[in-house]
């Protein structure tokens, strides 16, 4: 499955903005999607994950409460609401998928759990 994350840009601390990562060439509503981050300097980290079925999310404890990971199965896409926007928050952003055939509501935490990687999108958030 192919990967394209788009929505990133720049914005205020404070705003809103939303990421899409539209999903083609296999069947997306085996895979749970996961949202990582990487900052200048820093390893990439973990944001937010859904899993198949959608019934269930996570989110790391820096954006708990300010985004919201969702996604619609017959659009091929997930998304990521990034509301009440931080300057910590800037990085490049990346959706991944995790081929979950097995269960609907698997949720792959790490990195290395994942199959594929879309190419990012960069989001700067100016203070």
């Known amino acids: 499955v192919q990967l394209q994350a788009s929505g990133g840009g720049l914005v205020q601390a404070g705003a809103s903005l939303r990421l899409s990562c539209a999903a083609s060439?296999?069947?997306?509503?085996?895979?749970?999607v996961g949202w990582f981050r990487q900052a200048p300097g820093k390893e990439r980290e973990f944001v937010a994950v859904?899993?198949?079925?959608?019934?269930?999310?996570s989110y790391a404890d820096s954006v708990q409460g300010r985004f919201t990971i969702s996604r619609d199965n017959a659009k091929n896409a997930v998304y990521l609401q990034m509301n009440s926007t931080k300057p910590e928050d800037m990085a490049i952003y990346y959706c991944?998928?995790?081929?979950?055939?097995?269960?609907?509501?698997?949720?792959?935490?790490?990195?290395?759990?994942?199959?594929?990687w879309g190419q990012g999108t960069l989001v700067t958030v100016s203070s």
């Open positions: 991944a998928a995790k081929n979950a055939f097995f269960s609907e509501t698997y949720l792959p935490w790490g990195r290395n759990e994942y199959d594929y």
């Open positions: 060439g296999g069947t997306f509503v085996i895979y749970a």
């Open positions: 859904i899993s198949r079925s959608g019934s269930k999310t």
